[in-house]
């Protein structure tokens, strides 16, 4: 069922090089999202945010765009994504796309023409700087590894690039600049887009350019007229459309600023990611590190967000993962036995989506996909992790727990092909995939999990039409409960004279739900038969009182 109302929606986001290939080329295209409409909608979600299909040399897969006007060819052409957005709206689902205004790809044209010469009309499109002497503008670092200024030897300045060298950052201070990215997300929302999702939104501010203590973060994360900006861009662009939505991913950012960038009289954004709750495994903040992820920490955070967000009128997107995560099943979960697997993936579904926020599922998630437990370097395509690889060595880190560590949080676990079924390649390409497929193939996929009545998608699809449903669910106060528990992520909803308790227990262990919580009512959804104050392994259960 359609939702009238955006707050009730729940996002698919899809990584369409993993997708589906329907050329044969090891690559995922437009075409593939096309035939797969109808699975989509059969599990119930209402948006689906497509990551960069523009035009690339792909070298962060579509995050480095060299012309935001085209599609690129390796996914299909504008007829295609027109007829994609078609038979979308056909179905009643809406497109929400991906679009990286941050930074450029340096084959961009503006790049192109910008360092020819420091009087180029286009100059001031990016960030150019002279060096110190021999040394870069500031010490500020890559979030890609090594310095965040790329020496250029045209003109023998530096641009700045807080991702790859061939990502450029864009110079927002500049008026014209500005003027065209409004042009182009206008020319966007006029060819019959339901959304956007803005990457890095929270960086294109950048403030004085000095050396930093760190990496530089302070200086451009949540920058000095960030807020203007964007509330410049929703003027000029989808402020009055409605039931448009737009999130905006929030690097490193904070909670006063999430509510900022979120309160509908601000006139910015209509929701967040943050990923705070994605950095309980990093050890002293390193996210190239092993640590078995601090549960506490994540409940904290989880529940700090909620009530923060829900008292400062803001909106949050609430996710267990993404194309830059590791798959959730693997990572929070147990993905050692195949009861555990569905267990547990089922667990983190129930703990999650009875949060408040906009709930996103990552492709393969329904259906509880798991990291790869890649053996060899040579598997792995993701540029951040390529050269985390390198920079982990250059750290002393053995080789061996490089790639332990990489098994564990490289961006590849959660980009590789969709499981469709059992045959050659899972059913995602009748050629050589980009990147391999998982092992688990003939078990973990999608055609087995749509003939078992049991399985993960069919939870997820009951908590999206709970979602749809009830509406303590999207305005419900929310009420943490047990928060120093070792094993039990509890919490209560209420609205009005209603509650729903909502208790998962994360271990393999059965634990006893103390006394003081009363946990009769009628089940909305359980992951075992029955249930009772002994919860079982990885059980979670949502009851309404
Ligand atoms: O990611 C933002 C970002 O900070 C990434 O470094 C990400 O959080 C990190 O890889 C997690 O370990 C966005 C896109 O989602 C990512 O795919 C792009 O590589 C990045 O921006 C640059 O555009």
Known sequence: MAVSDWKKSVVYQIYPKSFNDTTGNGQGDINGIIEKLDYLKTLGVDYLWLTPVYRSPMNDNGYDISDYYEINPDFGTKEDFKRLLDEAHARGLKIMSDIVINHTSTDHHWFVESRQSKDNPYRDYYIWKDGIGDNPPTNWGSKFGGNAWQKDEVTGQYYLRLFDVTQADLNWENDKLRREIYDMINYWIDFGMDGFRFDVINLISKGEYKNSEAIGKEFYTDGPRVHDFLHELNRNTFGDRDGFMTVGEMSSTTLEHCIAYTKPERQ??????????????????????????????????????????????????????????????????????????????????????????????????????????????????DIESLNAYQIMK????????????????????????????????????????????????????????????????????????????????????????????????????????????????????????????????????????????????????????
């Not at 903040?285 to 409940?299: A, T, V």
């Not at 050629?431 to 003939?451: F, M, S």
Request: aromatic share 12%; net charge negative.
């Open 268 to 381: 910015e954004l209509s929701s967040v990611f943050n990923f705070h709750h994605l950095k309980v495994d990093y050890k002293d903040g390193e996210k190239w590190s092993e640590m078995p992820y601090d549960f506490i920490e994540l409940k904290n955070i989880f529940f700090k967000w909620q009530i923060g967000i829900q008292a400062g009128g803001g909106w949050n997107a609430i996710f267990w993962c993404n194309h830059d995560q590791p798959r959730v099943v693997s990572r929070f979960g147990n993905d050692a036995t195949e009861e555990n697997r569905v267990k547990s993936a089922k667990m983190l579904a129930i703990a999650l989506h009875f949060l408040q926020g906009t709930p996103y599922i990552y492709q393969g998630e329904e259906i509880g996909m798991t990291n790869l437990y890649f053996e060899d370097m040579k598997q792995y395509r």
């Open 394 to 545: 250059e750290r002393g880190i053995s080789e061996e727990q490089a790639l332990r560590i990489l098994q564990h949080k490289s961006r590849d676990n959660s980009r590789s092909p969709v499981q469709w079924d059992d045959s050659e390649n899972a059913g995602f390409t009748t050629g050589t995939p980009w990147i391999e497929t998982a092992k688990n193939y003939q078990t973990v996929n999608v055609r087995q999990a749509l003939a078992d009545k049991n399985s993960i998608f069919y939870t997820y699809q009951r908590l999206i039409e709970l979602r749809h449903e009830l509406d303590i669910m999207t305005y419900g106060k929310v009420l943490p409960l047990l928060e120093k528990h070792p094993e039990l992520f509890a919490y209560e909803r209420q609205l009005d004279d209603q509650t729903v308790i909502v208790i998962a227990n994360f271990s393999d262990k059965v634990i006893y739900v103390p006394e003081d919580i009363a946990i009769d009512g009628d089940v909305l959804i359980n992951n075992y038969e029955t249930y009772n104050r002994a919860l079982q392994p990885y059980q979670a259960v949502a009851i309404r009182k």
